[in-house]
């Protein structure tokens, strides 16, 4: 059994900054990739950021690139997101994932991940 625990989130006001972590525990495997994801109320699941594991090469959807930044400590199974300027469009509950198989399409998509966090909640106040 794999788990991943997210930690992190909470209240911040507008222009605030919070870094999220995702912890990978359980049942040793072979991580490919590692995703962020949220879920604002009343709105679909949207792709954040991606980090491929082995070469740290990263991916931002649009509206957080400059302001979000993925990383991850390789030995420690550990993925975070730095997320400054937050605005209250990036309120929402973030869930952390992670791929263990080769993926041929885009690492956009859930699809390419095998695990999932709990989520942690995520508020900006305007």
């Known amino acids: 059994q794999v788990q991943l625990v997210e930690s992190g989130g909470r209240l911040v006001q507008t222009g605030g900054s919070l870094r999220l972590s995702c912890a990978a525990s359980?049942?040793?495997?072979?991580?490919?990739?590692m995703g962020w994801f949220r879920q604002a109320p009343g709105k679909e699941q949207e792709f954040v950021a991606t980090i491929l594991w082995s070469s740290g090469d990263t991916d931002y959807t649009d509206s957080v690139k400059g302001r979000f930044t993925i990383s991850r400590d390789y030995f420690k199974h550990t993925m975070y997101l730095q997320m400054n300027s937050l605005k209250p469009e990036d309120t929402a509950v973030y869930y952390c994932?992670?791929?263990?198989?080769?993926?041929?399409?885009?690492?956009?998509?859930?699809?390419?991940?095998?695990?999932w966090g709990q989520g942690t909640q995520v508020t900006v106040s305007s």
């Open positions: 359980g049942r040793p495997f072979s991580t490919v990739a």
């Open positions: 994932a992670a791929g263990a198989h080769r993926h041929s399409g885009s690492y956009y998509n859930t699809d390419a991940y095998d695990f």
